[in-house]
């Protein structure tokens, strides 16, 4: 089993900037690929970036790309996403999520291609 822990949301003004964190606990040993997600009022879970595991390759959604920031410290027990430019479309609940190398398939792009949650940190962003 893994654990996800993430942290430091919170409310920042249009154009300021956030580090979100994600603790990660339990057994490591297989994953694949840590991700971000987000999810606004009466809209779906969103994928916002990820990185693979052993190699560090990063991939971002198109809405972020060039302000968001995913990345994983040596120790591979947390992950960040910084957050600049920060648009008040950015208002989410932002989810950490864990992709097992004994899921099917390489996708990481999805929900349904993860197998571990955090129970997620609000990002507020004001105009």
């Known amino acids: 089993q893994v654990q996800l822990v993430e942290s430091g949301g919170g409310l920042v003004q249009a154009g300021g900037s956030l580090r979100i964190s994600c603790a990660i606990s339990?057994?490591?040993?297989?994953?694949?690929?840590m991700g971000w997600f987000r999810q606004a009022p009466g809209k779906e879970r969103d994928f916002v970036a990820s990185?693979?595991?052993?190699?560090?390759?990063?991939y971002y959604a198109d809405s972020v790309k060039g302000r968001f920031t995913i990345s994983q410290t040596n120790g591979k027990s947390t992950v960040y996403l910084q957050m600049n430019s920060l648009k008040p479309e950015d208002t989410a609940v932002y989810y950490c999520?864990?992709?097992?190398?004994?899921?099917?398939?390489?996708?990481?792009?999805?929900?349904?291609?993860?197998?571990?949650w955090g129970q997620g940190t609000q990002v507020t962003v004001s105009s």
């Open positions: 339990g057994r490591m040993s297989n994953m694949f690929f």
């Open positions: 999520a864990a992709k097992d190398t004994l899921s099917a398939g390489g996708s990481h792009y999805f929900t349904y291609d993860y197998d571990y």
């Open positions: 990185i693979s595991w052993s190699g560090g390759n990063t």
